[in-house]
T-cell receptor
Framework: GAVVSQHPSRVICKSGTSVKIECRSL??????MFWYRQFPKQSLMLMAT?????????EQGVEKDKFLINHASLTLSTLTVTSAHPEDSSFYIC?????????FGPGTRLLVL | GENVEQHPSTLSVQEGDSAVIKCTYS??????FPWYKQELGKGPQLIID?????GEKKDQRIAVTLNKTAKHFSLHITETQPEDSAVYFC??????????????FGRGTSLIVHP
């Protein structure tokens, strides 16, 4: 299957700093990428859908000014958590669509101290 | 919108037994049903999928069945092995957001295979 990479895999930061997470589709071009957040022992919570070259569509309750998403190319999308706080600590997972199928990245564990 | 129910939340089996995970969905327009396996600390991996024009699909020890009339679909794992232990998510794809069909996920099933 298709490969999606995510970087970094783990990040620890101080409260108030910003963190950028990169998501890349390695062997296909993805016009649509998705960002999810997952709490321990829970399902995947969709944060936003991003289409290459256009603004992301955020799910209800997700702050667009806090979670900045950029999808500048067909193989790269970034999620920036701005002014991170401890409650933003979570597992963030991106996915990229290849035709009808979504392929997920390995996830980024964010810990805000 | 779409609503996906997944059962059971936890499933414990002995190595070699079969495991069945069931999902129901609400939107009759959904036409794509993937299953994902997520190991601890990793992202979900697609293991099998089925489209609405097919009733059953099999890949070695894994099979998926779909009943569109009843809006049910199930994952069957035969001859389970300890490495099958993981959380399994079903999904139904029918909701549109930002111009794209996006899947609605079930809440997950934690499968534990005892050696």
């Amino acid at each position: 299957g298709a490969v999606v990479s995510q970087h970094p895999s783990r990040v620890i930061c101080k409260s108030g700093t910003s963190v950028k997470i990169e998501c890349r589709s390695l062997d296909f071009q993805a016009t649509t990428m998705f960002w999810y957040r997952q709490f321990p022992k829970q399902s995947l919570m969709l944060m936003a859908t991003s289409n290459e070259g256009s603004k992301a569509t955020y799910e209800q309750g997700v702050e667009k000014d806090k979670f900045l998403i950029n999808h500048a190319s067909l193989t790269l999308s970034t999620l920036t958590v701005t002014s991170a706080h401890p409650e933003d600590s979570s597992f963030y997972i991106c996915s990229a669509r290849d035709r009808e199928t979504q392929y997920f990245g390995p996830g980024t564990r964010l810990l805000v101290l | 919108g779409e609503n996906v129910e997944q059962h059971p939340s936890t499933l414990s089996v002995q190595e070699g037994d079969s495991a069945v995970i069931k999902c129901t969905y609400s939107d009759s327009a959904s036409n794509y049903f993937p299953w994902y396996k997520q190991e601890l600390g990793k992202g979900p991996q697609l293991i099998i999928d089925i489209r609405s024009n097919v009733g059953e699909k099999k890949d070695q020890r894994i099979a998926v069945t779909l009943n569109k009339t009843a809006k049910h679909f199930s994952l069957h794992i035969t001859e389970t092995q300890p490495e099958d232990s993981a959380v399994y998510f079903c999904a139904a794809s029918g909701r549109i957001s930002g111009g794209s069909y996006i899947p609605t996920f079930g809440r997950g099933t934690s499968l534990i295979v005892h050696p």
